[in-house]
Each structure stands twice: as C-alpha cells, then as structure tokens.
C-alpha cells in the first residue's frame, strides 16, 4: 500500500472536534489562538465555521456566552492552555451565574507532566481549575471519545438552566490519528438537547387556585424568559388577564416597555403592594433584594415558574411552585385558564397607572433638563430619541450609573435586545458582548458604557475594526469610577484620567472617533455612526462630578461599625 493511501484511511483530533462541532449545528467559534490549539482554529475556518479572534480571552468567552442566550446553542470559546484558560474561566464562571449555554474549549499540556508537576509549558491542572465554575467540566483522553465529549458538553450546557460547560482538549488527543471508520462511528448527533419540560397538571392549578384569590397580581419576567423565547405566550397570558407586569432588565422587550400594563415605572410600589407575584424565569436574588423587606411585604405569596427545581424557596418561601420550561408551563396556564377567573382589581390598576405618571413626569424633568455640562440623563435621552425608531439595534450596558440610569431611560420594544452585567454585576462584558451580538444577528449594536467599564476589555475594539462589525460604543466619560476626581488632585481609587480622548483609540485602528459634549452632538454622531455600520466610539464627556458612589446599589458598601 503506497503511504498517501494510508494516510487517506486516517483522521486526527483537530479534524474531530471540527467535524463534531459540526455535526451538531456549532458553526462559530470565538477565540485567541496559540499552543496549542491554533491549528484547531484554522482548520475550523479552513472548514467554513466562522472564527472570531479576540484580544484577550476573557471577552471572547463573554462573546460566546451571550452568543449562547441569543441563540439557545452553546457558544463556542476557543482558549490555549494554562494562563489563556484562566482568563477565560471568568467567563465562564458570568455564563453559569447568568444561565447562558456555552463551551469553553481549551488546549491543555501534557497530563502526565501536569499529574507530577514537573513544570511544563503554561502548566495547570485546568479540569479541577474550572469545576467551581462550571456548570460542568470534562476532559478527553483519546481521540475516540472526542464525539462523546463534545455531546456531553453540548448536553450540559442547554438542558435544564443552561450554564457553562468546561471541555478539556489535551494536546496529544488532538494530534493522535484515527482510522477513519472509528471515528466516524464515534461522533454523536445530539437528539433534543434541551427537551421541553412541561409542569405537572396539579402544579398548574394550584398555581392558578393562587391566583384566583388575589386582587393585586404582579408578573416578573426575568431573563430566564427571555432566554426561553416565549415571547407570544407570555404575551397572550399578560394580555389576556391584565396582569401588569415588571420585566428584569434583560427582559426587558418581551413586551415594550412602553405597554399599558408595564410597571417598570412604578417598580417599588408594584413590588411592596402586589399580593401574589408570578415569577417567570426571574430569580429572588440580589436584584429582587431576595424577597425581603423594606422593599418587599412580608405577606406577599408567590407563584414560581423555573426549570431549576432547587431555585424554589431559596430565599422566600413559594406557595406555588412550578417546575418546568417557560413555554411549557406558560401554555399550560393559558388552558387552563379559562375556567378561572384572574381578577385584577380597578383600584390596583389605577394605583399603578397614578405613580408611573408621576415618575415618567419627574424622568422628564431630568431629561429635558438644560444643562451644560451634560450628565447621565441629558446624554441619555440623545441616544434615546435616535434609538426610539430603530427597535432592531441591540443595546449592550455595563458601568454603574451608566448602568443604572440607561436601564431606567432607554426603552426596549423587542425581546433580546438589551444585554447587560446581568446577575453578577460584572464589568468588562461590553465588547465581547457587542460583538457577539452583532456577529449572531447581523443588527447593529450600541453599547453604553461606563469609562471604567469600557477599560476592561478596550482593546477589543480593534477586534471590532478588524471584522467590521457595526457596533458603536458610546464612553461615558465622566473621568472616573462613579464620578472624576476634583481638578488638580492626585488620583484617588476612584479617578481614571481627566479628558481621556478614547475617541482617538479606535482612529488607531481605522474606526470612526467622536468626540461630543452636548445632546445635540451626540444625537448627530450616534445617527451618523449607525447609518455607516462601521465601529465608532463616541467620546461622551459629561460632568465629572455626576454620579453617585456605587450608583444605585450603594447600600452594598460595607459601612464601619466604628462609625454607627
Ligand atoms: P433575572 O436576573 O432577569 O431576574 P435570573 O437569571 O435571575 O433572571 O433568572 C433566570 C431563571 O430562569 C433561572 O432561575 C433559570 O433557571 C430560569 N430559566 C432559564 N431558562 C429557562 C427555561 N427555558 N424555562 C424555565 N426556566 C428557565
Ligand atoms: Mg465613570
């Protein structure tokens, strides 16, 4: 047998994670190539998957995780070993915390090295490195179980709460041969990964037997709703009982915010009056001060729609709780429905429409507000009259007063499209995110960012200018973490340079910088930026001394004892 045939009858590794990547719908890969999976990278492009190379790994895990909620197949993060791994295990870690699919593929030395710690090349235990912060980790040692543990790494990411899924490619499975016949035999097409799970019947009504008793009915949509695209379902049922609703902010867009029965604007009065609360895909944690007081009734029941059984009770008790996927469970209200009878009191609805004005009257005030230099909210009704007739654009927000008060001013209208620091507060998702965002839809993304936050992962935009994604990030430059230092001080912990010109930044690499001090600058610069569907960065100055210590959620500051 003359060797070319031989070698004909041969795969190896690097072919065999393309190929079950593949086989089962995986087509993008977000990454940083180097030992030693740079090969696997170029094979996969060479292979017609798309291949995304970021800057730091840290922002192509956040690309893959919120490719992952967007599309409900686990993103793809492709890392070397050792140090690149652990900059990508914080990504990781945001994904499982958020519930969002993704794989974090990375290259890993020699086991038997690594097991006698003898010191090889960017060395580390990586298995036992990322299973704290996985939902799942897995390593394969031979080339033969490459289809298996791409399957089982699929399966763990989507089924039940979605979470991020460590997979461990030793360097020598991926350069072992085998015989074509095995390994074709060896790759597994996943069947119904993320089976829907539909609730008992007797879930169902006694979820419904508490809703019939209550006169001040509040519904929670958290991003767990939003993830399960369900979105005519939960319309149907907001709609057809009346029901006001509060979305979390990454659900926002289920339904507009501009609906009738949206209570974002009367969000402390809904949640310390309502008497039964249906929590759709929404966790009683931080962001919801975990169901207790002084934001929160003491009396309050609640009806809780998850697919994690064990987040029941985990921080109120639930009277009724329903364990199954969103649009399973959702349908299964809706048909039952019609022999209850869900009454929403007048006064409960008149209450609400009452505070909403009266707080929609006062975001006014603050919006309209003439003043120079600009702050958070005059900023922020710029960018929100452009985006007020472009529902397609996706808005990606991190930063803590540019968190806070874009959340409370920019409306949404369509489900998905706000992407935020989400259940772990964290900062640095902002460029993986846009890109991610742009890449799996094909839209435009603008993303609001904090300086601060925008510093963590920067040197992405060159990311963003080398595949021409439309992503327009707009800085918030207020010279500092929540708010610049006085002139002429040393920097304090809190302060970040005075008048950085972050515009020039992306110039370097061929973007489009603006450099903008009042609305109307910046409403024309956001316009023309979009229009062009180029990256660009925005350079947002505005008033140094706007902003509050930890924006909203100052209360989390530890405070000394010795002074109380
Ligand atoms: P938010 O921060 O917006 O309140 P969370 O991330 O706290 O949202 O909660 C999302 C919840 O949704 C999680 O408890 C998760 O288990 C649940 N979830 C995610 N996907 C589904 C689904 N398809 N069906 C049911 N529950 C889901
Ligand atoms: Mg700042």
Not at 25 to 49: C, F, H, K, N, S
Not at 204 to 212: D, G, T, W
Not at 290 to 313: C, F, N, R
Not at 363 to 370: E, G, I, K, P, Y
Request: glycine share 10%; hydrophobic share 40%; with cysteine.
């Amino acid at each position: 047998m003359a060797s070319s045939e031989w070698r004909e009858e041969l795969t190896d590794g690097f072919h065999l994670v393309v190929d079950a990547l593949k086989l089962n719908g995986l087509d993008t890969i977000y990454g940083v190539a180097g030992i030693p999976i740079t090969d696997l990278a170029r094979l996969a492009q060479a292979e017609g998957m798309r291949y995304f190379g970021f800057r730091h790994e840290q922002s192509a895990g956040h690309a893959a995780s919120i490719a992952g909620y967007l599309t409900q197949k686990p993103g793809i993060c492709l890392t070397v070993s050792g140090p690149g791994f652990l900059n990508g295990l914080v990504a990781l870690a945001n994904a499982t915390t958020n519930g969002f699919p993704m794989i974090l593929l990375s290259g890993s030395s020699d086991r038997a090295i690594v097991d006698l710690q003898q010191g090889d090349y960017e060395e580390l235990d990586q298995l036992n490195a990322a299973k704290p912060f996985a939902k799942a980790a897995f390593r394969i040692n031979n080339p033969e179980d490459i289809g298996l543990g791409v399957a089982r790494a699929i399966r763990a990411a989507l089924s039940g709460r979605p979470g991020g899924v460590y997979l461990d490619l030793t360097a020598k499975v991926l350069g072992a041969a085998l015989d074509l016949e095995t390994a074709r035999k060896s790759l597994i097409k996943v069947v119904d990964p993320s089976p829907l799970q539909p609730p008992s019947p007797s879930s169902v009504i006694r979820a419904l037997n508490l809703l019939k008793k209550a006169k001040r009915p509040l519904i929670i949509l958290g991003k767990g709703a939003a993830y399960a695209q369900a979105d005519e379902e939960i319309r149907t049922f907001i709609e057809s009982t009346g029901i006001p609703f509060l979305p979390m902010s990454m659900a926002k867009g289920i339904l507009p915010d501009t609906h009738p029965l949206c209570s974002a604007a009367a969000r402390s009065h809904v949640i310390g009056q309502a008497d039964v609360v249906i929590l759709i895909g929404a966790r009683l944690n931080w962001l919801l001060s975990h169901g207790k007081k002084p934001l929160w009734s003491e009396t309050t029941q609640y009806v809780q729609i998850d697919i994690q059984a064990m987040e029941m009770d985990s921080n109120r008790p639930i009277q009724a709780p329903v364990v199954g996927d969103i649009k399973s469970s959702v349908q299964a209200f809706l048909e039952a429905l019609e022999s209850q009878n869900v009454q929403v009191s007048r006064e409960w609805l008149e209450g609400i429409a009452q505070k909403k004005q009266k707080n929609i009257e006062k975001m006014a005030a603050r919006l309209n507000a003439d003043v120079s230099p600009m702050n958070f909210s005059t900023a922020l009704r710029a960018i929100r009259e452009v985006l007020a007739d472009k529902p397609d654009v996706y808005v990606v927000n991190e930063g803590a007063n540019t968190l806070d008060f874009a959340r409370n001013i920019i409306d949404m209208s369509q489900p998905r499209k706000r992407l935020d620091t989400g259940t772990w507060g964290i900062m640095g998702i902002g460029m993986g995110y846009a890109a991610a965002a742009a890449v799996e839809s094909g839209s435009s993304v603008v993303a609001i960012e904090g300086d601060s936050a925008f510093g963590f992962d920067g040197m992405e935009i060159e990311t963003l200018c080398r595949y021409h994604l439309p992503v327009v990030s707009v800085v918030f430059n207020n010279g500092g973490i929540y708010r610049g230092d006085p002139e002429g001080s040393a920097p304090s912990p809190t302060g970040l340079l005075a008048d950085a010109r972050y515009d020039k930044l992306i110039e370097a690499f061929g973007g489009k910088g603006y450099f903008v001090r009042d609305p109307m600058s910046l409403s024309t610069a956001l316009e023309e930026a979009l229009e062009s569907r180029q990256p660009a960065l925005i350079n947002c100055v505005i008033d140094k001394t706007a902003g509050t210590e930890s924006g909203h959620i100052q209360g989390l500051n530890p405070k000394s004892a010795l002074h109380k």
